[in-house]
């Protein structure tokens, strides 16, 4: 069973900071593919956020180019996000997500967290 579990959420003013956090196990974190953030704001589309691969390269979306950082701890199996000069636009429930295969599109073998929401007041 893959276990993902996202920590960070919360409420902040338009032009702060957020991290949010995402712990797996390390058998996912290990022999996944990659690892990555979607969000999702209400009445949308889950949208692609970033991703890390197990060799460390990154991937940003358009909304996450030059604002957002993704990483990751090998030590303590786990990846993050920081989140810079933050907008109302990001406001969304944020998922954290695993790829067996790099495949996002693969939903079998695709893992999901619960999310946890961000909102950025104006």
């Known amino acids: 069973q893959v276990q993902l579990v996202e920590s960070g959420g919360g409420l902040v003013q338009a032009g702060g900071s957020l991290r949010l956090s995402c712990a797996t196990t390390?058998?996912?974190?290990?022999?996944?593919?990659?690892m990555a953030w979607f969000r999702q704001a209400p009445g949308e589309d889950r949208e692609y956020v970033a991703s890390i691969a197990t060799t460390n390269n990154t991937f940003y979306g358009t909304s996450a180019k030059g604002r957002f950082t993704i990483s990751r701890d090998n030590a303590k199996n786990m990846i993050y996000l920081q989140m810079n000069s933050l907008r109302p636009e990001d406001t969304a429930v944020y998922y954290c997500?695993?790829?067996?295969?790099?495949?996002?599109?693969?939903?079998?073998?695709?893992?999901w967290g619960q999310g946890t929401q961000v909102t950025v007041s104006s």
């Open positions: 997500a695993a790829t067996r295969f790099g495949d996002w599109s693969d939903r079998e073998n695709n893992f």
């Open positions: 390390e058998h996912t974190f290990r022999n996944f593919a990659a």
